[in-house]
């Protein structure tokens, strides 16, 4: 897959107000000037350009970037290129994405001690927040005191998970945390502050999540994680945790979005660490890698632009990604709505230098992302095909909606999202389509799917209040799928009173009054048509 700016040296192609897209280079890990296809390709352009593949290379200059004849940079090459079938190596190596990794997810543990009873648990959450950057919201450190049978309970787990003994300790914070769902949380409980009980629960569901982060179990460590930012949504390490349980699923998409949020979470709550800042930047960055590589149905190219482009910039935009992708044109989808951030360009300190960019898709065929035109220009889309509304799907149809929903749109939106900190609630922006997919899970009698989905999109649902600025009819529409969403994870009420069925009712409605709409229309013309024929006919007759 190519990942490029549009821009052209020959002056073919002129974007006005589009800028060259510069990636600034981390001193730690220098970028290859040039990314090759293959073997022969690399020994041959080594000795036109003279130049080095590997990562001593200095940065370029924007003079350098567009080199290529198509005019096009070659800061990226990409696995979905024609030219270039091969998987371009990634600009960030696996193995400085897994140290950025172990030293955000695991950094904070080094100096966790234990030196007082009654202080245990206070002092894993404050030495945590300390060393892993500002504290997540209000500091931890002015907490009530711990009620001292939890505060037996974690220091008996931290114990097991210092001697690496993660299963045992995994049992251990579960048994705390179990302690806490009974009101054992703080001694004085009567006076608590629900938001200092849901940091407390938050941290003991943390533990857990690295417990089993520790013993390569991601799908446990994911459930946790969804509490987790549940209860905490601002504790960026949460995000960080969730993005490296998603990464060990081979889900970069999601893993991409976890460490944008987590970045721009510390950012939120005062950090200041530019180490900190700089290395969550790089893991964001390799996930991206990572994620764009491993596309194969559609193509991508991310286009810097401020404001609201005009039908005829999109359109160009769209010939341009034509000329360097021309195997991934058969149906080509550019998000109007912008938005999307790159972690080279993204500074949250200073928003005027922060890039914008517009992303253009490109689908090798176009039964893959022909579905993006309908969240685009209809109000109420729906995609399941039913014609009755009034009547349940049939198993066979909630096969196909399974099929629909959970391998061909949530994938596509999953991508777009993946660079994107707002994106709503409304159509298209993949909460209400995951939650209408959560409903089919159920139907289908798949309970573990269905949990999973719920619970990972109330975590999306808990944090977006921090992401983007909400109007009062989003407000109004969050409070109803939250309660709707956790509803349903505690069995009440039928799922059909949901505000995303109601949702999917009116547009399976919508739907089958079009279609009723267009046989009308089809059967009058097909009336009037007869007419016509039988009156030539009459004619004919008589002049005969």
């Not at 390799?286 to 991508?300: H, I, R, T």
Request: hydrophobic share 35%.
């Amino acid at each position: 897959m190519l990942f490029r700016n549009i821009a052209n040296s020959t002056g073919s192609l002129e974007l006005q107000g589009l800028e060259q897209m510069v990636f600034p280079e981390y001193t730690e890990h220098p970028t290859p000037a040039t990314v090759q296809t293959n073997q022969s390709e690399e020994k041959g352009q080594n000795k036109r350009k003279g130049k080095k593949t590997d990562s001593s290379v200095p940065k370029r200059s924007k003079k350098n970037d567009s080199r290529r004849k198509d005019g096009s940079p070659d800061d990226w090459a990409g696995a979905n290129n024609e030219r270039s079938p091969l998987p371009a190596p990634p600009r960030i190596s696996l193995r400085d994405l897994m140290e950025a990794e172990t030293k955000l997810v695991f950094g904070d543990e080094q100096d966790i001690t234990h030196k007082s009873l009654a202080s245990t648990a206070t002092q894993l959450m404050c030495q945590a927040a300390e060393i892993g950057g500002p504290p997540s919201g209000p500091n931890l450190s002015f907490l009530p005191q711990i009620d001292k049978w939890l505060d037996v309970a974690l220091q008996d787990a931290n114990s097991y998970y210092q001697q690496k003994k993660y299963a045992t300790a995994a049992s251990r914070f579960t048994a705390a945390l179990e302690l806490c769902s009974k009101g054992t949380v703080f001694e004085k409980p009567f006076n608590a502050d629900y938001e200092d009980i849901c940091k407390v629960v938050s941290f003991v569901e943390s533990r857990i999540v690295a417990c089993y982060l520790r013993m390569k179990r991601p799908n446990p460590a994911l459930l946790h994680c969804y509490r987790s930012i549940q209860l905490n949504p601002i504790c960026f390490q949460n995000h960080l945790r969730q993005a490296m349980a998603y990464r060990l699923l081979g889900n970069p998409c999601e893993a991409v979005r976890g460490a944008m949020i987590a970045d721009y979470i510390y950012w939120l709550s005062g950090g200041n660490n530019r180490h900190i800042s700089k290395l969550i930047k790089l893991y964001w960055q390799g996930l991206l890698e990572a994620a764009l590589s491993m596309e194969k149905n559609f193509s991508v190219v991310f286009t810097p632009w401020s404001g609201k482009p005009s039908i005829n910039i999109i359109d160009k935009m769209e010939e341009a990604f034509r000329k360097l992708h021309p195997a991934f044109t058969d149906y080509i989808f550019t998000d109007p709505r912008g938005g999307h951030l790159l972690p080279q360009t993204t500074d949250w300190s200073q928003p005027s230098s922060t890039k914008s960019y517009f992303l253009t898709l490109g689908f090798r065929t176009r039964n893959d992302g022909d579905f993006l035109h309908k969240l685009l220009h209809r109000r109420s889309p729906t995609f399941t095909g039913q014609r009755s509304p009034f009547t349940p799907p049939s198993y066979r149809d909630l096969e196909m909606m399974f099929e629909i929903q959970g391998k061909k749109i949530l994938p596509v939106l999953d991508f777009i999202k993946c660079t994107k900190l707002s994106v709503g609630f409304s159509q298209g922006s993949g909460i209400i389509e995951r939650l209408q997919y959560a409903s089919v899970l159920g139907q289908l009698n798949r309970f573990r799917e269905h949990m999973h989905v719920l619970q990972y999109t109330l975590a999306e649902l808990a944090v977006a209040p921090y992401l983007q600025d909400i109007s009062p009819s989003d407000t109004e529409l969050l409070l109803a799928l939250m309660a709707d969403t956790m509803d349903t994870l505690e069995g009440k009420r039928p799922d059909q009173e949901r505000v995303w069925n109601a949702m999917q009712k009116v547009n399976r409605q919508m739907e089958t009054f079009k279609w009723k709409l267009e046989e009308t229309l089809k059967a009058k013309v097909y009336i009037e048509d007869f007419k016509i024929v039988s009156s030539f006919s009459q004619v004919f007759l008589h002049v005969l």
